[in-house]
């Protein structure tokens, strides 16, 4: 069965730190990968995804993610954070047919102003 | 437009007493899928449909759980005797369709709490 492992829980930030969240997954055939955000309150939103095509992808918000096959992983990233980057950050793989997403445990990260 | 919505938003219940979840998702959307979030083990897959049709159900914790949709539209989650261990938050998400190509656009979900 495929995991997906995010290596922090818990990340504290001050504003305009940088941020870079781990993703890794076990599955070795072709995949599709997402980054969903939980805003307190709020459900789940797609913050990225990866298909095909170039690795580095950009999401809403200034996040983006790099996929390195070799590694497998998918790691996100954002140069400046804010505020209002505090959420849950899921990382999940698909692939294709019946099944649904396999999402990791998630990491929460809250900014400090 | 519409989002994806489920009701009710929160459900009390107690030990042994069967409930219904519901889903509405996007209008058009073919597929539907159904997870549960709880502290213990994360966001957790447990059915799809395309269509009305559910091709895996072995997502699903036990057989006290079943889902059906009808019209390719609503779809309810229906947890027989329920237990402590089901108190969870449920969502629902749809997509276009169910290939590899597709987002999942998730609702708010049902938190379930059994006593």
């Known amino acids: 069965a495929q995991s997906v492992s995010q290596h922090n829980h818990h990340v504290i930030l001050s504003e305009a730190a940088s941020l870079e969240l781990g993703c890794n997954y076990s599955y070795g055939g072709t995949v599709n990968l997402f980054w969903y955000v939980q805003y307190p309150g709020q459900h789940l939103q797609l913050l990225l995804k990866y298909f095909s095509g170039d690795p580095l992808v950009k999401g809403i918000k200034g996040f983006e993610a790099e996929f390195i096959k070799s590694k497998f992983s998918f790691n996100l990233r954002k140069p400046s954070v804010q505020w209002s980057d505090t959420a849950e950050y899921f990382c999940?793989?698909?692939?294709?047919?019946?099944?649904?997403?396999?999402f990791g445990k998630g990491t929460h990260l809250i900014i400090q102003p | 437009g519409a989002g994806v919505s489920q009701s009710p938003s929160n459900k009390v219940t107690e030990k042994g007493k069967d409930v219904e979840l519901r889903c509405d998702p996007i209008s058009g959307h073919t597929a539907l899928y159904w997870y549960r979030q709880s502290l213990g083990q994360g966001l957790e897959f447990l059915i799809y449909?395309?269509?009305?049709?559910?091709?895996?159900k072995s997502g699903l914790p036990s057989d006290r759980f079943s889902a059906e949709r009808t019209g390719g539209s609503v779809s309810t989650l229906t947890i027989q005797r329920t237990q402590q261990e089901d108190s969870a938050v449920y969502l629902c998400?749809?997509?276009?369709?169910?290939?590899?190509?597709?987002?999942?656009?998730f609702g708010p979900g049902t938190r379930l709490t059994v006593l």
């Open positions: 449909f395309q269509g009305n049709s559910a091709p895996d």
């Open positions: 999940a793989v698909k692939r294709g047919g019946a099944d649904g997403l396999t």
């Open positions: 998400a749809s997509s276009p369709g169910g290939g590899t190509y597709n987002e999942q656009f």
